[in-house]
């Protein structure tokens, strides 16, 4: 009885994927871009673990800090961005997050990279800082590609706010008398 009432009007729920991929030509570019930044700061820090002694280690140690952080949140970055997970965080500022993040880590990669390579002595430390250049390179693509494509994220629809007395955000006046007579 039951399966006659409800057997037409109900549809099954389709199985959620674990993934959801980028949908926009430049959301799979930058999707790309996210992959080899964590790539390359994997490879950064792999390299620099292989570094078996250092004359100034504070910037091996520094350099060490920011691939392995850099590897790690990029790659929870990219599983919470291109998942399901992201509806389920809770977190209703993606792009002020992804465009902060990526700033701040490009400048942190960049800074680790010079000292590390203004202090560096074997051609593995080199090579590491090499890596370091090209993933804060990857991070700074990141930053100008979000930009080009959403503009700066900590703005409002890039327009003012109006503020009191200021002409109103669409730029129309106002229509409607405060003291209308009845």
């Not at 370091?132 to 890039?158: C, E, N």
Request: with cysteine; glycine share 6%.
């Amino acid at each position: 009885m039951a399966e006659e009432v409800y057997g037409s009007t109900t549809a099954p729920n389709p199985k959620s994927s674990w993934i959801r991929g980028p949908s926009e030509p430049l959301e799979k570019v930058r999707c790309g871009v996210k992959g080899c930044q964590v790539l390359l700061s994997f490879v950064a820090f792999v390299l620099e673990e292989a570094v078996h002694s250092c004359v100034r280690c504070s910037a091996l140690y520094f350099f060490e800090f920011v691939s392995c952080s850099s590897f790690l949140f990029t790659l929870l970055l990219l599983v919470l961005l291109y998942s399901f997970l992201r509806d389920r965080v809770g977190v209703t500022c993606w792009p002020k997050v992804d465009f902060g993040y990526s700033s701040v880590v490009f400048l942190f990669f960049l800074t680790s990279s010079i000292v590390f390579v203004s202090s560096s002595n074997t051609a593995l430390e080199r090579s590491a800082a090499a890596f370091g250049f090209l993933a804060s390179l990857a991070f700074l693509v990141d930053v100008v590609l979000f930009w080009k494509s959403s503009g700066f994220p900590f703005l409002k629809d890039g327009k003012p706010t109006p503020s009191n007395g200021g002409v109103a955000a669409d730029g129309a006046p106002e229509t409607a008398k405060l003291n209308e007579p009845e």
